[in-house]
Nanobody, 128 residues
Framework: QVQLVEFGGGLVQAGGSLRLSCTSS????????MGWFRQAPGKEREFVAAISWSGGSPSYTDSVKGRFTISRNNAARTLNLQMNSLKPEDTAVYYC?????????????????????WGQGTQVTVSS
């Protein structure tokens, strides 16, 4: 059984930085695209960033481009999200996700039904 656990969330002032990490247990981590999603209060969960199984082809939602960087360490079974220049509108619960199908790019995660597993989420709060 695959389990994803996120950590690194917290409270930060606008303009600050946070680094989220997601560790995976079970399954073969290196074969699957991974990504980050977020859900703000009263809003639907939205795509933030994704990366292919090999660590290439990172993709981002427009609102975080130039500020967030996604990366992965397949040997350590870890997915990371470096978040810089944080804004109050980045406040949300951030979720780690693994693709359902192996050997795909990160864009696969944006398609309906293509998420195989979710983490439990970690809260990020950015104060103004």
């Amino acid at each position: 059984q695959v389990q994803l656990v996120e950590f690194g969330g917290g409270l930060v002032q606008a303009g600050g930085s946070l680094r989220l990490s997601c560790t995976s247990s079970g399954g073969t981590f290196s074969n699957y695209a991974m990504g980050w999603f977020r859900q703000a209060p009263g809003k639907e969960r939205e795509f933030v960033a994704a990366i292919s199984w090999s660590g290439g082809s990172p993709s981002y939602t427009d609102s975080v481009k130039g500020r967030f960087t996604i990366s992965r360490n397949n040997a350590a079974r870890t997915l990371n999200l470096q978040m810089n220049s944080l804004k109050p509108e980045d406040t949300a619960v951030y979720y780690c996700a693994r693709a359902r199908t192996a050997w795909t790019t990160g864009t696969t995660l944006q398609k309906p039904g293509e998420i195989g597993y979710w983490g439990q989420g970690t809260q990020v709060t950015v104060s103004s």
